[in-house]
């Protein structure tokens, strides 16, 4: 069956810490990966989106890896701040499916 | 810079009646989208519109909901007659191409069915 999986529910990390999250995939192709960040009780906000043939990406603090082989995406953020802490979704776009989201990771930047 | 707005933002209803829940994508986007998140659980899609025509649908999106686009600026969703398990946050988002590019969401109806 088609899964997408976020390896933990929860992620507590000090402040200035790289967070590192991941995303598992199983029985997709996907075209394209997103990811998104959501707080509590407010819609998902872009933030990134990863092409199959692109390996890397970056913005300001955060960086996205993909790799195709192992199915799975890294989502890293780096010089943690207290202000980053949200949950955090990924979300494919495979051949004709619309966008599936993942469960996502509660990030905890502690000060 | 442009955003999705929702309203309202909580609507209360009783088992059995309807509702209609409304969004105003941002101005120039082309694709629409319902989606739902019951509470701890993660965001589901229901439906993307195009075209003034349902692009595509879950098996969620069965036949007691319907969108609309009544006019140039509105797009809603309609739960004709609404179940206890109806109750979740309900999403709009829009997008300028498919769900190849990033979409943006609204902030989201709390929808509680009692």
């Known amino acids: 069956s088609q899964k997408i999986e976020q390896n933990s529910e929860a992620l507590n990390i000090q402040e200035g810490k790289t967070a590192t999250l991941t995303c598992n995939y199983t029985n997709y192709s996907p075209a394209y990966l997103q990811w998104y960040r959501q707080d509590p009780g407010r819609g998902p906000v872009f933030l990134l989106l990863i092409r199959e043939n692109e390996k890397e990406k970056r913005k300001e603090r955060l960086k996205v890896t993909f790799d195709t082989t192992l199915k799975q995406s890294l989502f890293h953020i780096t010089a943690s701040q207290p202000a980053d802490s949200a949950t955090y979704l990924c979300a494919l776009v495979s051949g004709n499916t619309p966008l599936v989201f993942g469960k996502g990771t509660r990030l905890s930047v502690i000060a | 810079e442009p955003e999705v707005t929702q309203t309202p933002s909580h609507q209360v209803t009783q088992m059995g009646q309807e509702v209609i829940l409304r969004c105003v994508p941002i101005?120039?986007?082309?694709?629409f989208y319902w989606y739902r998140q019951i509470l701890g659980q993660k965001v589901e899609f229901l439906v993307s519109?195009?075209?003034?025509?349902?692009?595509?649908k879950s098996e969620i999106f069965d036949d007691q909901f319907s969108v609309e686009r009544p006019d140039g600026s509105n797009f809603t969703l309609k739960i004709r007659s609404t179940k206890l398990e109806d109750s979740a946050m309900y999403f709009c988002a829009s997008s300028r191409d498919r769900d190849s590019y990033e979409q943006y969401f609204g902030p989201g109806t709390r929808l509680t069915v009692t």
């Open positions: 519109f195009y075209n003034n025509e349902i692009s595509e």
């Open positions: 101005s120039n986007h082309l694709y």
